[in-house]
């Protein structure tokens, strides 16, 4: 965004600096105020995925599907022994937990992880122990 009072700041000039500084920290006060909403986001998102990943059969499945780059519904019920519709209550969990993906193919349902989830789960509890850390240390 350009404004017409930028064109007359001349380099060096106390205006100029001044200027800059401006846009500058309104740069970074909407930077904050994403980061403060995403957080927010991150935080609802995060007990979604805890309650998710707390149960074993839904981590061991997630870790199944995780180590392929897909897999078709059959060999989830074909590889943990359960049956299609407790497969399918596991699966609703774990995408709606963004953990996993689905694409129909047919009558077919493949899956695939999302790493990208599991990352920003990552990072967000790593905030969380930094701020438990620095706030027991006061």
Do not use: W
């Not at 061991?60 to 897909?70: L, Q």
């Not at 709606?96 to 993906?101: G, K, Q, S, T, V």
Request: charged letters at 25%.
């Amino acid at each position: 965004m350009s404004h017409p009072v930028k064109a007359k700041c001349e380099p060096g000039s106390a205006y100029c600096y001044s200027l800059m500084t401006i846009e500058l920290f309104a740069v970074q006060i909407l930077e904050a105020a994403c980061y403060i909403q995403s957080y927010r986001m991150e935080r609802k998102e995060l007990t979604r995925i805890s309650k998710a990943l707390s149960d074993p059969t839904r981590l061991e499945i997630y870790e199944g599907i995780s180590a392929h780059k897909e897999m078709f519904c059959g060999q989830v019920v074909e590889k943990f022994g359960l049956t299609p519709g407790t497969i399918s209550h596991h699966l609703k969990i774990l995408a709606d937990a963004n953990l996993i993906e689905t694409r129909r193919e047919g009558q077919f349902i493949y899956l695939k992880s999302r790493p990208e989830t599991i990352r920003a789960y990552g990072q967000a509890l790593v905030i969380m122990a930094g701020k438990t850390k620095a706030a027991s240390s006061r």
